[in-house]
């Protein structure tokens, strides 16, 4: 380049330019951005409304603009200081909520989905790779962007943590803008894009964790599918959706089994019995891949959150009917006769086969995987039985205790059954209030430890949560499965 070249703006401004690479020091010493010295002129910014050039136009007489008369004299008026200031040129806008979009679904694709599909145990229809951008609701696809946003500052440093957590909340208003918009169109309200866009908000509030009223999103899902005629309607009128609905049941199944027992989802009633017996045949057909409970074992988690609930109701009834100068400790004993539940749930329980039930994947590949899983939520279905129902039944507890904490340790070694170990971790962290001191010690470190390692495993806030949860539960020196979930807790990815 000629040591004599010009820039752009020194050029208009008639100045001498010292032609320094890439920008000039005089446009530098103006506060100036230097346009540099391309061949063409560069594009100029300009403020909305505001031009480069006019028109000649005509010279009236009658004109008095910038002007002030004085009788018939006229007196040319002196321009002020605010007149004569260059406009400030308008920042121009380089990233948009566009380019976040595209960027964050650019991460799910590379890193998020190719993780999902080298590390599931079988292959699913729930993780697909996100390619149509313009066929994904507006509302769904910032729900999905702050997901991959959210993993990626769980399970990667970031320079610039709070920029990006901006970002996060962005597209979580975003989203919830939309959402507002669909729910607020009588036309749109129950449609199927609506489900599709409520799904994706509630599933990305679960898996982010930093707001506590997840349950107000379900409860929400409920009613629009209840207005929609209800689950069965929905799956049998649109089987698109029947993996969407499928894994909204099971996640408030689990769901359940963490929060209180009067506070339980309710997901179908003794008048819907065909919703309960669909809802598992879905199931069957396609297990959640977060959450690969045998469905023989379901259907006992279902009794037992059930079983809770009746005995919470129970018991509650039967307080209200002592006087007012009858003491806790006789209501604890009035209660006692309640307990609604026999070793035959137990039974049923310990009987499940995890090696019958391997041979009925259809990955033969792996069936260590699989005999892993099936075990070990085998015995974490008995313990939270009997951590909620039986709770006097210490030699049993603490059998099954050492049993899931051993093999939560294989599963921690395993890529595949390290990413499905949530729920079964939950158990044994509320196991750990309770045994020897040694053991207590070390399965509270363990446990503790071993979300440390989800969480960023999987980019998901939920095994920090209920870190938090589980260690606020220790440090309360209670001992009861209703004294550890006090508050509803989705313990779901």
Not at 12 to 17: A, E, G, K, P, Y
Not at 141 to 161: E, I, K, W
Not at 193 to 214: K, N, R
Not at 266 to 275: A, D, R, V
């Amino acid at each position: 380049m000629m040591p004599n070249q010009q820039c752009w703006e020194c050029l208009r401004r008639r100045l001498v330019c010292d032609s320094n690479m890439p920008v000039c020091n005089r446009c530098r010493a103006l506060g100036i951005v230097c346009p540099g010295f391309a061949d063409k002129k560069p594009l100029t910014w300009l403020a909305p409304g505001q031009v480069v050039s006019r028109g000649r136009r005509k010279k009236n007489v009658n004109t008095t603009s910038g002007r002030n008369t004085i009788g018939n004299s006229v007196v040319a008026r002196k321009p002020k200081a605010s007149d004569l200031a260059a406009t400030p040129r308008p920042e121009p806008v380089l990233r948009t909520d566009t380019c976040d979009v595209v960027e964050a679904l650019y991460y799910y694709n590379n890193h998020i989905y190719p993780d999902y599909v080298t590390n599931a145990l079988e292959p699913t229809s729930f993780l697909v790779p996100l390619e149509s951008l313009h066929e994904i609701p507006f509302s769904a696809l910032h729900s999905l962007a702050s997901m991959a946003v959210s993993h990626q500052l769980l399970q990667t440093p970031v320079a610039n943590d709070s920029l990006v957590w901006t970002r996060l909340y962005r597209h979580r208003d975003l989203a919830i803008r939309a959402l507002n918009e669909l729910l607020a169109n009588e036309q749109t309200r129950t449609s199927d894009s609506t489900l599709i866009c409520v799904y994706s908000f509630m599933i990305a509030v679960l898996h982010q964790t930093i707001t506590p009223h997840w349950r107000t999103h379900i409860d929400g899902f409920i009613k629009l599918i209840n207005m929609r005629g209800g689950l069965v309607t929905v799956v049998r009128g649109t089987p698109e959706l029947g993996l969407p609905m499928m894994a909204f049941w099971a996640i408030g199944v689990f769901a359940n089994t963490t929060s209180p027992a009067l506070e339980q989802i309710t997901l179908s009633t003794p008048h819907e019995p065909e919703t309960l017996h669909f809802a598992r045949e879905l199931y069957n057909y396609a297990n959640y891949p977060s959450i690969p409970c045998p469905r023989d074992l379901l259907d006992e988690i279902i009794t037992i959150n059930d079983l809770r609930l009746q005995t919470a109701l129970a018991r509650a009834t039967s307080a209200l009917t002592f006087s007012a100068e009858s003491s806790p400790e006789s209501w604890d004993s009035a209660t006692d006769y309640l307990d609604p539940v026999d070793t035959s749930l137990l039974n049923r329980i310990a009987s499940f086969s995890p090696e019958a039930w391997t041979l009925t994947k259809n990955t033969p590949s792996s069936p260590e995987n699989w005999l892993l899983v099936g075990r070990m939520f085998r015995s974490a279905t008995a313990l939270y039985c009997i951590l909620s129902l039986l709770p006097h039944m210490n030699t049993e507890k603490e059998r099954h205790t050492r049993e899931l904490c051993l093999l939560l340790g294989e599963a921690m070694q395993s890529r595949k059954v390290k990413k499905v170990a949530l729920w079964p971790m939950a158990v044994a962290g509320v196991a750990a209030a309770t045994g020897p001191k040694g053991n207590v010690a070390s399965a509270r470190f363990f446990v503790s430890q071993a979300l440390l390692e989800m969480s960023r495993d999987q980019g998901s806030s939920t095994p920090l949560h209920l870190r938090g949860v589980l260690e606020k539960f220790w440090g309360s020196k209670k001992t009861g499965w209703e004294d550890c979930f006090d508050t509803p807790c989705a313990v779901v990815l």
